[in-house]
């Protein structure tokens, strides 16, 4: 599933690479997006949606997707944690994007993982790649424990951390 709610410049972009449609990671990265933004993000890329799709090079749809998104001006990449990194899909859709100048804007990198032991995957595998491709990424990544998604207090220490630079940066580009 891909939607964007408006037909102004994407603004808020969240991408999720589970194999698994409608996941929790799905959940963990829009409510991510919301609490930077205020608002519902304007375009959701859910890859599984896509199916083969994202390895045809030749797709008009994803080339598209990766435009939109490389515009953003704010995008919340997501993973589960898949031995010890992000998952084949999410690499796919990523290796699509220009290297320095691919994402022009803010990036948040979000794993989601079974133990503590991945914290720090988030930080050393996600976050490399989008700096790569031309993002700026505030803060340090984001892990949280797939148990603990659906809580407000396993963002709110990051969000407290990266909430006022990501608005301020957002608030000037506006």
Do not use: C
């Amino acid at each position: 599933m891909s939607h964007s709610r408006t037909h102004r410049p994407v603004r808020t972009a969240v991408v999720v690479g589970n194999p698994k449609p409608e996941s929790r990671t799905l959940s963990a990265a829009t409510y991510v997006a919301r609490e930077l933004t205020g608002s519902e993000p304007d375009l959701v890329i859910d890859l599984a949606t896509l199916g083969a799709e994202v390895l045809d090079h030749g797709s008009a749809r994803v080339a598209e997707l990766v435009g939109l998104v490389g515009r953003a001006d704010l995008v919340v990449v997501a993973s589960p944690t898949y031995k010890g990194t992000y998952t084949g899909l999410l690499k796919v859709f990523l290796d699509r994007f220009a290297g320095g100048t691919g994402l022009r804007g803010l990036a948040v990198p979000l794993l989601l993982g079974a133990g503590s032991q991945h914290a720090l995957a988030s930080e050393l595998t996600l976050r490399p790649v989008l700096t790569e491709l031309g993002a700026t990424v505030l803060g340090r990544g984001l892990f949280v424990l797939d148990t603990q998604y659906e809580e407000p207090a396993a963002y709110a220490p990051w969000l407290e951390e990266v909430r006022p630079m990501a608005q301020a940066l957002l608030q000037a580009v506006a």
